[in-house]
């Protein structure tokens, strides 16, 4: 019986998954909704120090398509947020998570929009820097758009925005306690790298039969190409994981500016 072959997209992600636990980007916590669905992940994320988020525990998911990373995921808010590039249901909108064509009602550039490139580790680093920048040029909540640009205006003197996402900073405390997380409220305890270990060992498994389809496929190639050409000798060619070093999150001043 054929052995059908895993799509490159859950190699894709069972790749870059194992890479954000064992490097993970700073002020963020990456599972999987299931232990048997690579295409939904759950994020938790900490509100950077000295910033209006400060000791805040966000929870979203990320869906990604089959055809990842040919297509961007979505990235969904499960905490309530009041925030001028997230809607309602807590959908971000931020241009690096839209498909790469060419739309010029939009104002955005084919550049700054998906590309196959990207990767989750280059989305939590853009909604982190995002969450304390606001875009307001096109704001996804007008209200917050126009809330915040009084605020920043009025250099902190005008508080509603920032009362507001205090409240909701605070009643993240709960969920917290709930889910047994502590919260980092210090730079020291932010910037900590700590491998997040599996609940079980249905993660390593499911990487073992990834790599096992691997290896079958490379070894129907050889088997191929000794059959073509008998007696010359096959390879096999193996990828080294792109180590990518994760950096602390850098604190920029509260006030925010309009560069997306």
């Not at 709960?174 to 020291?188: I, N, S, W």
Request: hydrophobic residues 30%; aromatic residues 8%; charged residues 30%.
């Amino acid at each position: 019986m054929a052995h059908q072959a895993t799509p490159s997209s859950q190699k894709a992600l069972m790749m870059e998954l194992k890479s954000l636990q064992e490097q993970p980007v700073e002020g963020f916590r990456i599972t999987l909704v299931e232990e048997s669905d690579l295409y939904n992940w759950e994020v938790a994320i900490f509100g950077p120090p000295n910033t209006l988020y400060e000791g805040g525990y966000f929870k979203a998911h990320i869906k990604f398509p089959v055809d990842y990373p040919y297509s961007p995921p979505t990235f969904r808010f499960l905490t309530k947020m009041w925030h001028p590039n997230i809607y309602e249901n807590g959908d971000v909108c931020i241009s690096i998570l839209h498909p790469p064509v060419d739309d010029p009602q939009s104002g955005e550039l084919p550049s700054e929009r998906w590309n196959p490139t990207q990767n989750v580790r280059t989305i939590l680093l853009s909604v982190i820097s995002l969450l304390n920048e606001p875009n307001t040029f096109s704001p996804a909540n007008v209200d917050a758009s126009v809330m915040f640009r009084k605020w920043r205006d009025s250099k902190g003197k005008d508080k509603e925005y920032a009362e507001i996402i205090r409240k909701q900073v605070l009643s993240t405390t709960a969920e917290a306690e709930r889910d047994g997380v502590k919260v980092p409220t210090t730079l020291a305890e932010y910037c900590v790298q700590t491998r997040v270990p599996s609940q079980d060992s249905s993660s390593d498994l499911l990487y073992d039969d990834l790599y096992d389809d691997d290896m079958e496929e490379e070894e129907e190639d050889d088997d191929d190409s000794e059959l073509e050409s008998v007696g010359e000798a096959g390879g096999l060619s193996t990828l080294d994981d792109d180590g990518m070093s994760s950096r602390c999150y850098d604190n920029q001043d509260d006030s925010g500016n309009e560069d997306s």
